[in-house]
């Protein structure tokens, strides 16, 4: 067999810690840092779906917390599949996610489909204090790659 099996591939671990601005600029950037991290390390887990629910967990941070305090994006890669957090100052849970709201979003509003987008989307979620506030994570599984025959 030509080529490197899948059980032969070392494993992709790393981590990632970095502090965003407190403003619609984070978003951005922190789409930009999961999809460099996930290409560099050709890891399996879906990047279109990581940057997609990694901007709606730092913009959820920067629209719904108050001041200037950074926020904080922590992005794990295991050989699992990849793990992100996003840190902010404000100790409230974030509403309906780990609850589904009963209600339907409306399909004219701008707003309200990113907790629903990351319950559907990821493989699990959730959110937990942390000393200065709270972290809200989601983790998506690796996916593994295709086997292309030479």
Known sequence: MNGTALQ?????SASWRIALPHSAAAVPVARALVRTALAELEHGADCDTAELLTAELVANAVEHTAGDTPIELVV??????????????????????????TTEPDPWQEHGRGLLLIRALSSSC??????????????LKAVPPRWHPA
């Not at 032969?8 to 992709?12: E, F, L, Y």
């Not at 959730?126 to 989601?138: I, L, M, N």
């Open 8 to 12: 032969d591939r070392p494993p992709a």
């Open 76 to 101: 794990e890669l295991l050989p699992t599949g990849c793990q992100v957090e996003v840190h902010d100052p404000d100790p409230a849970p974030p509403g309906h996610l780990t609850q589904p709201d």
């Open 126 to 139: 959730g959110h937990r204090p942390t000393e200065t506030g709270k972290a809200v994570w989601f983790h």
